[in-house]
């Protein structure tokens, strides 16, 4: 989104050095890879040309829909959105809990402050399994009050849930994912 610059200073070398230094693996979900190809292309150059990547880490890119079912970039602003968020409700959120549905009812919020009342909203809600709290659900009738459970931590339900809901999306919206946690 920034031709020149990014507002904070980043550029693709200085987040795959703090990438590398810091021992962190990178996964690019995409619902489009056509339109996110050119970041993963420069994204693994640098990890290539990294000469701190002894361990030759590279992105992982993980599409989330078949090719065939991906939008076209160019519809990707003139449709709903079906944002689907993914919130982690695991022992280690307890005391973020409250801000997590604060974030999630203020973009709610925003949606509906720039009069986005076509989108739907489904919420997974995960701490060791994963639950759907809310499944394409008119944005104004989301849920605002979500229940925390606490427990151990596991992903991969979640991705799996998210991903069926992506599936699922209207070919009137466009899947988005929010994916909130410590993890």
């Excluded at 996964?27 to 000469?51: G, H, M, V, W």
């Excluded at 009050?145 to 999306?169: D, E, H, M, V």
Aim: glycine share 4%; hydrophobic share 35%; with cysteine.
């Amino acid at each position: 989104s920034y031709s020149d610059l990014h507002p904070s200073g980043l550029t693709a070398e200085r987040v795959v050095d703090s990438l590398v230094d810091n021992d962190i693996d990178l996964f690019i979900c995409s619902f489009n890879p056509e339109a996110t190809s050119r970041t993963e292309k420069l994204l693994s150059e640098q990890y290539r040309d990294n000469t701190s990547n002894i361990e030759q880490r590279d992105i992982t890119a993980i599409p989330m829909l078949a090719p065939t079912a991906n939008q076209p970039t160019a519809v990707l602003g003139v449709r709903g959105k079906h944002i689907i968020f993914v919130l982690d409700m695991s022992e280690s959120m307890r005391n973020e809990w409250s801000g997590v549905v604060t974030a999630y009812n203020q973009y709610l919020a925003r949606r509906q402050e720039y009069q986005e009342y076509t989108d739907l909203v489904s919420v997974v809600q995960f701490d060791y399994e994963a639950i759907v709290a809310s499944n394409k659900t008119r944005l104004s009738e989301a849920p605002t009050a979500l229940k925390f459970k606490g427990g151990g931590t596991n992903f991969y339900p979640a991705a799996q849930r998210a991903c069926q809901l992506g599936l699922s999306t209207p070919s009137s919206h466009v899947p988005e994912i929010v994916f909130m946690s410590d993890g």
